[in-house]
């Protein structure tokens, strides 16, 4: 395996993509990023298999209009981490910010601890093939899944009384599903989102991503396999017609 390593300490993010670039150009399979601090757009619009191993805290959008690659982060992530992104995986070791898989179109978004504010938002879907998937270890703040036209959204909740527990969950969904570890109360749904009972077939689909989940971040998936879970989705395809004047 072609490796390359690139000491980011006190470098501006243009240079530093630009070297990721250059590095990802000439063949490099695994790049290893250290002291990384707040630089912006990691990983943007690449393609390809390669991996990036990120140590530090990188800035917001990482990975956007990514396809193909894998970036694993030891430490935080700023805002947006898979902005927009067509495919490939996030791997967070810690917290992230505001709009985490804002936009995002395919690929996976794994987060070992918790999210900010509107986590999933407009997240979408096209076919089968390209479905975004957003796990969340710890919980999500206000307006989860906001917007959602397709993908899944997962909260497990670890090491916390109740997954969720701020408001809007699915504010204008009209596409894809939220799914929560435990029960979620009423009053936490946004407009045009509605629960819906969630099934052993339902286990069946997100097995394969709570395993994955779990092997990323040592957890026995275990714990996980059974149907504690609130499924959440679109009461209607069109959630804020109501809010139209129609001549």
């Known amino acids: 395996m072609k490796t390359v390593k690139i000491d980011a300490r006190d470098m501006h993010y243009t240079p530093l993509n630009q070297k990721i670039r250059a590095a990802v150009a000439d063949g490099a399979e695994e790049i290893i990023l250290d002291n990384v601090l707040g630089q912006r757009f990691i990983g943007d619009g690449l393609r390809g ?7 530090g805290v990188p800035g917001g959008d990482l ?3 990514m396809s193909g690659p894998t970036c694993i982060v030891h430490g935080n992530a700023e805002h947006a981490p898979g902005n927009t992104m067509d495919s490939g ?7 992230a910010g505001d709009a985490v898989a804002h936009s995002m179109r395919g690929g996976t978004v794994f987060v070992k601890n918790n999210i900010g504010y ?3 938002i407009h997240m979408k879907q096209y076919e089968v093939e390209a479905r975004p998937i957003l796990v969340v270890g710890g919980t999500a703040h206000s307006f989860l899944g906001e917007y959602m036209a397709g993908g ?4 497990l909740g670890i090491g916390k009384e109740k ?8 504010s204008g969904i009209h596409g894809g599903e939220i799914i929560v570890r435990g029960e979620v109360d009423d009053y936490l749904l946004g407009v045009g989102a509605k629960k819906f009972k969630f099934t052993e077939s339902d286990l069946e689909r997100i097995a394969p991503i709570i395993k994955n989940f779990c092997e990323q971040f040592g ?9 504690n879970y609130t499924r959440i989705g679109p009461a209607s395809s069109r959630p804020f017609a109501s809010k139209y004047v129609w001549e």
């Open 219 to 227: 957890y026995d998936p275990a714990e996980f396999l059974d149907t």
């Open 89 to 95: 995986m996030l791997v967070i070791h810690g917290s």
């Open 152 to 155: 899944l959204v997962l909260v």
């Open 118 to 120: 509107r986590g999933g």
């Open 63 to 65: 990975g956007m209009f």
């Open 49 to 55: 298999n390669a991996r990036i191993i990120i140590n």
């Open 163 to 170: 997954a969720m527990t701020d408001r809007g969950i699915g």
